[in-house]
């Protein structure tokens, strides 16, 4: 099993849950890469499916490009084991994901045609959760 | 060096997001004009024509308002522009009243042109920190773009601010010298295979900052 990224350090073990529904009102544009996938829903992205985004990237490109990976699983998420009563506390840390709104920048790519980014972006859409699309550097004043 | 673009524009009676919209759905965009000690006169313009303009690297536009009684020409400077949530869609620009022969700071895309030498190189790949650069200069003489040749660039090599050359001597660099605006660097394996490094192995857990030991703060339990 491929091992995901958690943070090194955290202030507390557990947290909320917190309110979801909102769009992205930074992050939401290329600002390393030449081209991006945003996401158009919002979702708690899990460490699994950024790794799995990253190596069907790199798999596609094979070392070609620089890939930048935009969100980082920050958000501990906790879930109650199977047949357990409610109560005795809060639950341990099922996974580790990343906070994503509408309009989140994912991933970026630099360093490839645009041809080679839509397909690479496309094998990294399908390991999402959400729905995504394409998108360039946009114009800037 | 700059050309400049008409704009016809109508004044916007009506203002709030609401009619905003209405703006939008009709094919408009909402704009602001201001500068010159004078009043802030929010427009109207058409949006696909005037986009399209932005696109092209227009930022000086000869401006005409229907119904308001300009002393001469009018020319106003492209200041900001802004994006809807997606950030992709422009929903609204600032433009500031400009004279023809005042100095001004502005930003200038930068073109880049030839095929660097270094990209022959496995796994090589050009990175752009900057695209564009900040410069001081006459508004007649505003490039829509430089070019910047990096034909000559090895693997390894950077390019600075400093070392474009800007196309009038009377051009004043704005942006720091020592900043990088190209550079070929060498996707290294261990880059590739690195990020696994700080990557948590399943099921482990981080570090609590501040966390006492568990005999200190469960002492009674």
Request: glycine share 8%; proline share 4%; with cysteine.
């Amino acid at each position: 099993m491929p091992p995901y990224k958690i943070p090194k350090r955290v202030k507390h073990r557990k947290e909320f849950r917190r309110a979801r529904d909102r769009k992205a009102t930074k992050g939401n544009f290329v600002a390393f890469g030449e081209f991006g996938l945003q996401s158009l829903e919002q979702c708690w992205l899990k460490s699994n499916c950024i790794e799995a985004g990253r190596i069907a990237a790199q798999h596609y490109l094979k070392r070609e490009g620089k890939l930048f990976i935009r969100v980082f699983p920050d958000k501990p998420v906790s879930k109650k084991p199977l047949e357990t009563r409610m109560g005795k506390g809060k639950a341990d840390i099922d996974y580790w994901a990343a906070r994503v709104r509408e309009g989140t920048v994912l991933f970026e790519l630099a360093g490839v045609s645009e041809a080679r980014a839509k397909e690479a972006m496309v094998r990294v859409a399908m390991k999402m959760p959400v729905r995504c699309r394409f998108i360039k550097r946009r114009l800037s004043v | 060096m700059t050309d400049q673009a008409k704009l016809q524009a109508t004044v916007r009676e009506r203002l709030g997001s609401r009619y905003s919209r209405r703006v939008r759905d009709a094919g408009g965009l909402p704009a602001i004009v201001y500068g010159h000690g004078e009043t802030p006169l929010p427009i109207q313009v058409d949006a696909h024509s005037t986009i399209r303009e932005f696109h092209k690297g227009h930022k000086l536009f000869q401006l005409e308002v229907e119904g308001v009684k300009a002393d001469g020409e009018q020319y106003v400077l492209l200041k900001d522009l802004q994006y809807d949530h997606l950030g992709t869609n422009i929903v609204h620009c600032d433009f500031a009243r400009v004279d023809l022969n005042e100095r001004v700071e502005t930003r200038v895309a930068l073109h880049y042109i030839g095929d660097a030498k270094g990209l022959g190189s496995a796994g090589a790949i050009m990175m752009h920190p900057l695209e564009v650069l900040e410069i001081e200069c006459l508004i007649t003489n505003m490039p829509e773009h430089i070019d910047v040749d990096v034909s000559g660039m090895d693997v390894g090599d950077i390019l600075h601010a400093s070392d474009v050359k800007l196309p009038l001597d009377t051009m004043v660099l704005m942006t720091d010298p020592e900043a990088i605006i190209a550079q070929i660097v060498v996707q290294a394996e261990a880059e590739a295979e690195g990020e696994e490094a700080e990557v948590g192995a399943t099921g482990a857990e981080p570090e609590v900052v501040g966390k006492k030991t568990d005999d200190d703060s469960h002492g009674d339990s």
